[in-house]
């Protein structure tokens, strides 16, 4: 499935221009978060139309998923707007996506698989999304469940539901659960000897990384010289970053050229309104960095292939999804302690 791609010139300007119609558009009791709110702009800022047009898009499909889930369902929360960026972007269907996920799932459990929560959702989503919405069927859960457990020889201590986002795109590679798995291993290797610290969020790095179809040792290297490059700019380099770095390593440009450009975004990202927290400015400019240098090569020259747009985008909106879903979470959670 072709896809009808708008790739902007100033990424940067067209998420503004989304996220304030979209921000616009709250109600009262609507509880729109703008962090999700944000992201879902970053999302679509690659769908075709008038700013007004995607966000209409993006608030209808948000509202489906709200009038087709249970009210306790985790897709109530601003997580689906996240999601109808996404559906919005890869013209599904919300009727046809929440009834594959609900199949899925019962596949997903036939196969005793964890309940996977908005993982699982997540992971589902990537399905179709790398499959042009065709049908889940049987033998792509038994390959998931493969790679799942691939994952787990290595480090059953730490791969858990929140790994089926990885394991739905590992899953679509061509190569075997076994080899995908070793190859991962030795991307983590790779990267705790660059001195990361061993850790979930350095799994998921690795995982992606992965998709990047570098040598583990090279991998690891352009991920080490990105963090060395923020640390100088004065960025804070924490565990939860290692999905972002790990994203900036698909680029084929000097690491000071995309920490420059992070810098220069992470500073306009502060002067939105309302101001995001510090964790989410970071992610906003990386987010757009990425956006505006995938297009270009080492000499900043246009590359018309968006191809590999495509696929990154996918990954980091799937992380991005997953850390609104947990921060979500951990909020709620938070709440009802201190009530009780």
């Not at 489906?64 to 109530?76: C, D, M, T």
């Not at 680029?251 to 992070?262: A, C």
Request: hydrophobic share 45%; glycine share 4%.
């Amino acid at each position: 499935m072709e896809l009808n791609l708008d790739l902007p010139t100033d990424p940067m300007e067209r998420i503004k221009e989304i996220y304030e119609v979209l921000w616009g558009a709250r109600t009262v009791f609507s509880g729109d978060s703008p962090a999700a709110l944000r992201f879902a702009a970053v999302t679509a800022v690659t769908c075709p139309g008038e700013p007004e047009e995607v966000a209409a898009g993006i608030r209808d499909k948000a509202e489906e998923i709200k009038q087709g889930v249970s009210w306790f369902a985790n897709l109530r929360s601003p997580l689906r707007f996240i999601i109808s960026a996404l559906l919005l972007l890869h013209d599904d269907e919300v009727t046809e996506f929440l009834a594959e996920v609900e199949r899925v799932g019962k596949l997903f459990r036939e196969k005793k698989l964890r309940r996977g929560a908005i993982y699982e959702t997540i992971a589902v989503l990537l399905f179709r999304i790398g499959r042009d919405l065709k049908p889940v069927d049987e033998e792509l859960v038994v390959r998931f469940k493969s790679v799942y457990e691939a994952m787990k020889k290595y480090h059953w201590w730490l791969t858990g539901p929140d790994d089926f986002p990885a394991c739905a795109l590992l899953a679509l590679q061509p190569e075997s659960p076994r080899e995908i798995g070793e190859t991962v291993e030795r991307i983590y290797q790779a990267l705790c000897a660059q001195k990361f610290r061993r850790c979930n969020p350095l799994q998921t790095a690795a995982n992606m990384l992965y998709l990047a179809r570098l040598e583990p040792k090279e991998a690891a290297t352009r991920f080490g010289l990105l963090a060395a490059e923020m640390r100088k700019g004065g960025i804070r380099v924490h565990a939860y970053d290692y999905d972002k770095l790990a994203a900036l390593s698909f680029l084929n440009h000097p690491p000071g050229r995309i920490v420059e450009k992070i810098l220069a975004l992470h500073a306009e990202t502060k002067e939105l309104r309302p101001k995001p927290p510090a964790h989410l400015c970071l992610s906003l400019a990386t987010s757009i960095a990425f956006l505006e240098l995938v297009q270009r090569d080492q000499d900043l020259e246009i590359i018309s292939d968006a191809r590999a747009l495509v696929n990154m985008q996918q990954v980091i909106q799937a992380q991005q999804a997953c850390a609104a879903a947990a921060a979500s979470s951990a909020a709620a959670s938070s709440a009802a302690a201190s009530s009780s």
